[in-house]
C-alpha cells in the first residue's frame, strides 16, 4: 500500500503526486482560499462554477487571481446542478471562461436535503459531455455497475461517495467502494462524507 502511495495519480493523462483534492467554498474570503489552498499541497483544486467567480461576473474578484491555473490544475464542478440540462451548460460555461479547459467534476445532485447524486441524470450528463470532448470526473453513488457504466462512457474518473456529502461519516460501505476499485480501471478517487 505504501508504495502504491508513493506513486503518481494519473487522471485523463495528466500526473499528480497529491492525492488530495480540495474545494475552494466555505472560507471567508479569497486570502483565506489562497493560504488554505497553498498548507493542504493539494494540485487539484475543485471550484463550483455557479457559486465562485472564475471570470462569469467581470465586476466581481476572481478566484482565478489568486489560485492560478498555471501552479493549480482548476477543476470546475457543476455542484449545485439538479439536471443534466445545467451540469452541460456550467461545463460549457467553464471551458469558456478557461479558454477550452476540458477537465471537470460532474456532480448532478437528486435533492437538496441529503445531496445525494442523480444517477441517471448524472450518466446523460457524462454521455453529453464525453461526446463533446470534455475529460469528465464523475461523482456518483457507491454503486458498482453505475460506477462502470460511468467508466463504459469515458469518464476519466469515477468519484463514489463515502458517504453523504457534509455528513462526516466516512465510509459507510466499504465493500461497494472496495468492489469500484477493483472493477474499474479508471482511477477511482473517493467523494464526500
Do not use: W
Request: with cysteine; charged share 25%; proline share 5%.
Amino acid at each position: 500500500m505504501s508504495e502504491q502511495l508513493n506513486d503518481p495519480l494519473i487522471i485523463a493523462g495528466r500526473s499528480f503526486q497529491s492525492r488530495l483534492l480540495i474545494g475552494t467554498g466555505k472560507y471567508r474570503d479569497l486570502e483565506e482560499t489562497r493560504l488554505a489552498i497553498e498548507a493542504s499541497g493539494a494540485e487539484i483544486v475543485t471550484v463550483a462554477v455557479r457559486r465562485t467567480n472564475i471570470g462569469q461576473n467581470p465586476d466581481e474578484p476572481n478566484l482565478l487571481d489568486v489560485i492560478s491555473p498555471d501552479k493549480y490544475t482548476i477543476l470546475p464542478n457543476t455542484a449545485g446542478c439538479f439536471n443534466a440540462e445545467d451540469a452541460v451548460r456550467t461545463c460549457m460555461l467553464a471551458r469558456e471562461l478557461m479558454d477550452g479547459h476540458d477537465l471537470v467534476k460532474l456532480e448532478v445532485l437528486g435533492d437538496q436535503k441529503t445531496l445525494y447524486p442523480n444517477v441517471v441524470q448524472t450518466i446523460k450528463a457524462a454521455d453529453i459531455l464525453v461526446r463533446d470532448g470534455f475529460k469528465v470526473m464523475v461523482y456518483t453513488s457507491d454503486d458498482p455497475i453505475v460506477a462502470k457504466e460511468l467508466e463504459a462512457l469515458g469518464c476519466v474518473s469515477i468519484m463514489p461517495l463515502g458517504s453523504m456529502i457534509g455528513s462526516g461519516l466516512g465510509i459507510l460501505n466499504p465493500h461497494n467502494i472496495n468492489v469500484i476499485m477493483e472493477d474499474c480501471k479508471v482511477p477511482v478517487l473517493v467523494d464526500a462524507g
